[in-house]
T-cell receptor
Framework: AQSVTQLGSHVSVSEGALVLLRCNYSSSVPPYLFWYVQYPNQGLQLLLKYTSAATLVKGINGFEAEFKKSETSFHLTKPSAHMSDAAEYFCAVSDWYGNNRLAFGKGNQVVVIP | GAGVSQSPSNKVTEKGKDVELRCDPISGHTALYWYRQSLGQGLEFLIYFQGNSAPDKSGLPSDRFSAERTGGSVSTLTIQRTQQEDSAVYLC?????????????FGPGTRLTVL
């Protein structure tokens, strides 16, 4: 089965500083990778996805992620953090059962410090 | 347009009782998923529907868990004889198809607390 690893459950970043959330995947086949964001008491919202069309993927709210096969990574970045970026972020991989079920990482709770 | 809705938003029950959780997917979405989000286990897949059939129910943790989908739309997740370890947020998602890489749209979840 495919899997993803996110390290550091809580991430603190100053407003205006770089946001970097790390995701490493394990997959025996070319993966489909996703980043989702979850705001308090809400469902998950797709930030961006990698489907092999381009290694640098741009998403909503100024986020982007780069797929690096050699490092089996799909790290999420945003150049300048905003207070509204405080949320939980999940990396996920399509689990290749042919039905798009997702396997999620443990998540990163992002705190933005004014 | 309307997104995925779930009801109830919160459910508190006593150990041993049965509960039903409802999901209304986006109209026209043929694929529907249930996931469970808990502190200890993170986000876990439970079951996948394509239309009214459930070709993948491998994530259901025990035979106390069952789900159905009717009319290719509404789905109900039923937990019988609830246990405290069933306490979690149950998330429903739908997508246009079950094809890999297709975006899944998530509902706000049902928070289940088993006392």
């Amino acid at each position: 089965a495919q899997s993803v690893t996110q390290l550091g459950s809580h991430v603190s970043v100053s407003e205006g500083a770089l946001v970097l959330l790390r995701c490493n995947y394990s997959s025996s086949v070319p993966p489909y990778l996703f980043w989702y964001v979850q705001y308090p008491n809400q469902g998950l919202q797709l930030l961006l996805k990698y489907t092999s069309a381009a290694t640098l993927v741009k998403g909503i709210n100024g986020f982007e992620a780069e797929f690096k096969k050699s490092e089996t990574s799909f790290h999420l970045t945003k150049p300048s953090a905003h207070m509204s970026d405080a949320a939980e972020y999940f990396c996920a991989v399509s689990d290749w059962y042919g039905n798009n079920r997702l396997a999620f990482g443990k998540g990163n709770q992002v705190v933005v410090i004014p | 347009g309307a997104g995925v809705s779930q009801s109830p938003s919160n459910k508190v029950t006593e150990k041993g009782k049965d509960v039903e959780l409802r999901c209304d997917p986006i109209s026209g979405h043929t694929a529907l998923y249930w996931y469970r989000q808990s502190l200890g286990q993170g986000l876990e897949f439970l079951i996948y529907f394509q239309g009214n059939s459930a070709p993948d129910k491998s994530g259901l943790p025990s035979d106390r868990f069952s789900a159905e989908r009717t009319g290719g739309s509404v789905s109900t997740l039923t937990i019988q004889r609830t246990q405290q370890e069933d306490s979690a947020v149950y998330l429903c998602a739908s997508s246009v198809s079950g094809r890999d890489s297709t975006e899944q749209f998530f509902g706000p979840g049902t928070r289940l607390t088993v006392l």
